[in-house]
């Protein structure tokens, strides 16, 4: 979906149409969730410090998300996937996969379906979507990219080899920033400069993720579209409006945030092993921290044992703290749900 938190909010608020608009934060606090086109003209991005974006942008306009509604139209959209194919892999409420290999309208051309499902978009829910076509999900998700908004890229495998190698090194979905400047560094640029490294170079200078930039550049991607794809973690964070400087005052956040934490989990019917705790300081540094459990964890009363654990008795903020954040990984989900579960009421047992 292009926008689609801000695409939503002018949908259903005329007034917002055609204005730069970011959903989340304020123009003193909090971070920017979704930046409308209009807004991304003056450098507004997600992930963005609101006070930045206001900078950037002096007549932006804030807005409050509301994620209720962003997933009622998320489900419709589902519902328009599923007319064709059961093989949707979602990534998050405005991203999915398809698998269209087999579909249910017998149409030949993916590229066809791809269009009849932006049209349905656009006439049913009034909003705009891009697609990518191609023969891997690694080139679909870059191609989705390409012609944004409200565009159509198709790379076949004829097409492929010669789009690689002249895509920009920081166009490469996995690459991120810091990542892109370090390969820019040694003279990493395009595709076909790191196609022109062995796998030998790339472990060595990127780790394990080097095997994976190996194979992607040389279009070996065969992972399958899954239906059942579990999230990888689940956390909730919280940008206070005043710099919290009391020790106390974050404790009881903290506990907050893991009474709410447990109620996402729960929702979610998974547990976990990993609880990272984050802080983000009022100069944007941050701090993270973890430590993994011999068992999964999901109850508010853990999560509380778990983060005094991380956080020692001791703990001093070095700075004024703007965010804090509880987010649990390896993850699994309850088969069957259990009252009272033995495990979860010991002292918690952990290695880093």
Known sequence: MDAFYASVE???????????????GSKKRGVVAAASYEARKFGVKSAMPSITAARNCPHLIFVKPRFNRYKEISTKIREIFSRYTDLIEPLSLDEAYLDVTDNKVNEFFATQIAIDIRKAIKSELGLTAS???SFNKFLAKIASDVNKPDGLTVITPELAPDFIDKLPIERFFGIGK???????????FYGKDLKSKELDYLEKHFGKSGKHYYKMVRLEDNRRVNPNRIRKSIGVEHTYFDDIEDVEEIRTKLDELAEELARRMNKSNAKGRTLTVKIKYN?????????????????ALNLKDGWKQIINQDFIP??????????????????????GNKNENRQLKFKF
């Not at 949908?11 to 959903?23: F, M, S, T, W, Y």
């Open 10 to 24: 002018q949908l259903d608020n005329p007034e917002l149409r055609g204005k730069a608009i970011a959903v989340g």
């Open 131 to 133: 697609a990518g076509v």
């Open 178 to 188: 810091v990542t892109a400047s370090k390969m820019m560094n040694k003279g990493i």
């Open 283 to 299: 100069d944007f540094t941050q701090q993270t921290k973890s430590l993994t459990f011999e068992f999964y964890i999901s109850k």
């Open 318 to 339: 070095r700075l004024p703290v703007r965010l804090l954040g509880l987010s649990v990984n390896n993850l699994k989900r309850n088969e069957v749900k259990i009252t």
